[in-house]
């Protein structure tokens, strides 16, 4: 265990999936550094959520710099801050740029910044999925000994704390009514549509999960509305809720969710770390063995997956919720 550090830098920007991952190493960071003053470093979407995260007392959202004014200034903040350690769970070429500014005399850096004085060395830490692999680099820091590097024995994140401060926790659909609810998430990044089930498929999931006796709640940004609307054509009960969720309200649904279904994206990430029992749909846009949330989780692959079945996805549904399907809610 390091000698006992009082400042503290954590950097993790994007995106909403990694970021949630990465919540089981900033715990294992503040176990470690109980006493330490720690400053998260991250961008403006996660605000919100990590302030209101107990791993840190302070949160700069200027991690990635516009021009050289924002990085003189982003340096100049760093400097001024008298960080003695910094762990990186970026790695990224940015975290990278961020280590080679703070030149010279940068602090004890963990990470894979050129020159960083705590590498993370593991020659197959790109084939490790996030959780193992961010594990494996707090024990190469001196503060995991003990860390869980085999492929799964990582734990997942630990969203109780955001569980417990979140009003819509006591106001989730289905809280007052007999009927379970499945949280869909059929939307993702406009710019990686290779990732997303049709939302013709979703649409007639709904359908037969309705005709079981779920409700279905909709998720996404405001962005994926149209989406939400294709939904209720064929289930006009379905209730939207795309643009009106912040991420503590997303937790909250998912902890209290029957079902989540979705693509790999962020929202998803979000409801299984929260306890929902989970189908994740991939493509090969994405490797599940990297970056698939972890908990009771169905893991779908489809290389295109307009190829994927609604019966396979039912299928799944059923299998993951056995109790329901023993009373008769999954019922044929």
């Given at each position: 265990m390091p000698r006992n550090i009082a400042r503290i830098l954590v950097i993790k920007l994007s995106a909403l999936g990694?970021?949630?991952?990465?919540?089981?190493?900033?715990?294992?960071?503040?176990?470690?550094?109980?006493?330490?003053?720690?400053?998260?470093?991250?961008?403006?979407?996660?605000?919100?959520?990590?302030?209101?995260?107990?791993?840190?007392?302070?949160?700069?959202?200027g991690g990635r710099p516009q021009g050289l004014a924002a990085w003189l200034d982003l340096?100049?903040?760093?400097?001024?801050?008298?960080?003695?350690?910094?762990?990186?769970?970026?790695?990224?070429?940015?975290?990278?740029?961020?280590?080679?500014?703070?030149?010279?005399?940068?602090?004890?850096?963990?990470?894979?910044?050129f020159g960083c004085s705590m590498p993370h060395r593991n020659p197959?830490?790109?084939?490790?999925?996030?959780?193992?692999?961010?594990?494996d680099q707090l024990m190469h820091a001196g503060i995991w000994p003990d860390a869980p590097t085999e492929p799964g024995s990582a734990p997942p994140p630990d969203l109780s704390w955001i569980l417990k401060g979140s009003a819509t926790a006591r106001s989730t659909p289905g809280a007052n009514r007999p009927r379970p609810y499945?949280?869909?998430?059929?939307?993702?990044?406009?710019?990686?549509?290779?990732k997303r089930w049709p939302v013709e498929?979703?649409?007639e999931l709904a359908r037969i999960l309705y005709g079981r006796g779920f409700d279905i709640v909709i998720i996404g940004g405001p962005q994926e509305t149209d989406l939400a609307h294709t939904i209720q054509r064929t289930t006009p009960r379905a209730r939207d809720l795309t643009g009106r969720t912040d991420f503590a309200a997303v937790a909250?649904?998912?902890?209290?969710?029957?079902?989540?279904?979705g693509n790999d994206t962020g929202p998803l990430h979000l409801a299984a770390?929260?306890?929902?029992?989970?189908?994740?749909?991939?493509?090969?846009?994405?490797?599940?063995?990297?970056s698939a949330p972890r908990g009771r989780?169905?893991?779908?692959?489809?290389?295109?997956?307009s190829d994927l079945a609604v019966a396979q996805v039912a299928q799944a549904a059923q299998a993951l919720v056995p109790p329901l399907a023993r009373q008769g809610a999954l019922a044929p």
């Open positions: 990694d970021f949630v991952l990465a919540l089981a190493a900033m715990k294992k960071i503040r176990e470690a550094h109980p006493k330490a003053h720690i400053t998260l470093l991250t961008t403006p979407p996660f605000e919100a959520l990590a302030r209101s995260c107990p791993y840190f007392n302070a949160v700069d959202t340096r100049r903040r760093l400097k001024a801050a008298g960080f003695e350690r910094v762990y990186d769970l970026q790695t990224s070429s940015q975290s990278n740029r961020i280590f080679q500014a703070l030149r010279p005399g940068p602090p004890a850096w963990s990470g894979v910044a197959d830490r790109d084939r490790m999925h996030t959780l193992e692999r961010q594990a499945v949280l869909f998430v059929p939307g993702g990044s406009a710019h990686r549509m290779d498929r979703y649409s909250a649904l998912g902890a209290r969710a029957a079902l989540a279904v770390a929260a306890g929902a029992p989970t189908i994740v749909l991939f493509s090969k846009a994405s490797d599940p063995a990297l989780v169905a893991i779908l692959r489809a290389d295109d997956l």
